[in-house]
Each structure stands twice: as C-alpha cells, then as structure tokens.
C-alpha cells in the first residue's frame, strides 16, 4: 500500500516542482507607453516604460520576455521593425493602432532590435535582449559636496549586483570612479550619467584597462554601454570637465556680480568727468 501511494505522489512531485522551476524562470511582459502628444515631434518624450519611468524608448530584457507599448495618445501609431541606420527590415509590424489599443512582441533571440513609428519617425527606440538584463538601480547624491546645490545628482545604471554608493570624482583628471559590489552575470554595465556630472565622456577604464564603449546621447543624459566580465570590479569615466567648480548657478551670480561693479564703475567715472 505504501509503494502504490509512493507511485501516485511521484508524477504529482514532479508536477510541482516544474511548477515551480516555472515561477522561477517566468517570462516577463514590459510596458511601454506612448504618452499623449507623442505625434508632435517637439514633445519633451515619445515613450515612458511603465516600471522605471525612463522615457528614451530603450528597454533591456531576458530572452522569452514581452514588450508591449500601449497607446495612450489620440494619434494611429505603429511599432516597426528597422536596422540600426533606420531601414525597415521586416522582423516585426504591429500596423497601425489608436488610443486605448496595444501591441506586443516576445524576443526570444540575444540582440538588439531598433524600431519606430512609421507614421512618426522621430519616435524611435531599441530592444536589447541580453543573458540578464539586471534591473535599472539609481545612485543617489552623486558629487552632493561639489554641486550647487549640495544635494547632488542621480545615476542611473543597469546591472544584476549593485554598484557601490560611494562614487569618486577627480576634477584634476576629470574622471569618475565607479566600483562593481559583487561578482556579475552581466557582460555590460548600462551607465545614464547626467550632463551636469559630466561632459563628452570619451575614455573608460575597466580595472585599470581602456577599453571600447558605447555612447549615446538620452533624455536623462549620456548613456555609457560598457562591456564588463564578471570579475571587473573599478569602472573608471573621464571626459573633458567634471561637475565644474564654478557650476551654473555660481556662474550665473559671479556674472551677476561683475557686471554690477562695471556699471557702478562706469556711473563713478561718468560723475567724475562731469
């Protein structure tokens, strides 16, 4: 009696436990929105991904994973398949769909996949489907002690560890300092910096080694695609100035202040000649 109950449990075991391999290894669905007055080509933005808020219309995913962007404008809009320079090439086409419709698409290949809107060409985006996507993490008061106003600047990065809180930024060299916590599965770290941390990021070290990198201008500032291993552990930026120590603000009150003494200087010499 106990082998024939033991027999009946087993297919049952094993039905759980695919069942939870299932849970673990999920597929996942991202949401895209187009928001309202996406058919103008002066709105601030074209797309908003749901879970993160970034607004440059690139998304990082596992293979077998979804993206579906939802039109939430008044306008026909279209998810098109293009290579990299912009050609349609034919791997995906959701037609057109208006206000309250979707469109969705699983990537099963590793890759990047570029799309736009057909009827809107400006509204472009990409699909990067990667081994581990990692997840979009924020630094948070980047150079407090140097901007203008002590608070500092967010970057955005996307990796499977973190990075650590702790960001070195050297004004003699122009760099920025980065250190990877943990060993890694990723074979890029994604970095958004923002425009006022630095300017025209143009060489990046990973442990002590210059190597190639990505560079793309975004809404939330430069974004950095930098191949990594899974030991790397020191990401170093430079670029031609860092958080300058004479920031917009402080600029803009020395400026203030310069031109109040030529004027009082000029009113003196005009009272002095009369």
Same mark, same amino acid.
């Given at each position: !009696?106990?082998?024939?109950?033991?027999?009946?449990?087993?297919?049952?075991?094993?039905?759980?436990?695919?069942?939870?391999?299932?849970?673990?290894?999920?597929?996942?669905? #991202?949401? @895209?929105? @187009? %928001?309202?007055? /996406?058919?103008? %080509?002066?709105?601030?933005?074209?797309?908003? &991904?749901?879970? =993160?808020?970034?607004?440059?219309?690139?998304?990082?995913?596992?293979?077998?994973?979804?993206?579906?962007?939802?039109? /939430?404008?008044?306008?026909?809009?279209?998810?098109?398949?293009?290579?990299? &320079?912009?050609?349609?090439?034919?791997?995906?086409?959701?037609?057109?769909? =208006?206000?309250?419709?979707?469109?969705?698409? *699983?990537?099963? +290949?590793?890759?990047?996949?570029?799309?736009?809107?057909?009827?809107? %060409?400006? !509204? =472009?985006?990409?699909?990067?489907?990667?081994?581990?996507?990692?997840?979009? *993490?924020?630094? #948070?008061?980047?150079?407090?002690?140097?901007?203008?106003?002590?608070?500092?600047?967010?970057?955005?990065?996307?990796?499977?560890?973190?990075?650590?809180?702790?960001?070195?930024?050297?004004?003699?060299?122009?760099?920025?300092?980065?250190?990877?916590?943990?060993?890694? +599965?990723?074979? +890029?770290?994604?970095?958004?910096? %923002?425009?006022?941390?630095?300017?025209?990021?143009?060489?990046?070290?990973?442990?002590?080694? !210059?190597?190639?990198?990505?560079?793309?201008?975004? *809404?939330?500032?430069?974004?950095?695609?930098?191949?990594?291993?899974?030991?790397?552990?020191?990401?170093?930026?430079?670029?031609?100035?860092?958080?300058?120590?004479?920031?917009?603000? /402080?600029?803009?009150?020395?400026?203030?202040?310069?031109?109040?003494?030529?004027?009082? /200087?000029?009113?003196?010499?005009?009272? #002095?000649?009369?």
């Amino acid at each position: !009696m106990v082998l024939k109950y033991s027999v009946l449990a087993l297919p049952l075991l094993i039905i759980l436990f695919l069942g939870i391999g299932v849970n673990v290894y999920a597929e996942k669905t #991202h949401v @895209i929105k @187009i %928001p309202s007055g /996406a058919s103008d %080509p002066n709105a601030p933005f074209f797309w908003s &991904e749901k879970n =993160t808020g970034i607004t440059t219309g690139e998304i990082t995913v596992h293979p077998g994973d979804s993206v579906t962007w939802e039109n /939430a404008d008044t306008a026909f809009h279209t998810i098109t398949s293009v290579t990299r &320079e912009g050609e349609i090439d034919g791997l995906f086409d959701s037609g057109f769909f =208006t206000a309250g419709k979707s469109y969705t698409r *699983q990537f099963a +290949q590793l890759g990047d996949f570029f799309y736009f809107c057909s009827i809107h %060409p400006w !509204m =472009t985006g990409v699909v990067h489907v990667v081994k581990n996507p990692g997840s979009v *993490q924020t630094i #948070h008061n980047v150079g407090s002690g140097l901007s203008d106003t002590g608070v500092g600047y967010e970057v955005k990065y996307i990796l499977d560890t973190s990075l650590e809180n702790t960001v070195e930024i050297n004004r003699n060299d122009n760099t920025i300092t980065f250190r990877i916590s943990d060993i890694t +599965q990723n074979d +890029q770290l994604i970095l958004i910096l %923002p425009f006022e941390v630095i300017e025209d990021p143009n060489s990046v070290w990973v442990d002590g080694v !210059m190597t190639t990198f990505l560079s793309e201008d975004t *809404q939330d500032g430069k974004k950095l695609t930098i191949p990594i291993s899974a030991d790397s552990k020191e990401i170093k930026v430079m670029g031609t100035r860092v958080i300058p120590e004479f920031g917009f603000l /402080a600029m803009g009150i020395l400026s203030a202040g310069i031109f109040s003494v030529l004027l009082i /200087a000029r009113s003196k010499l005009k009272l #002095h000649d009369s």
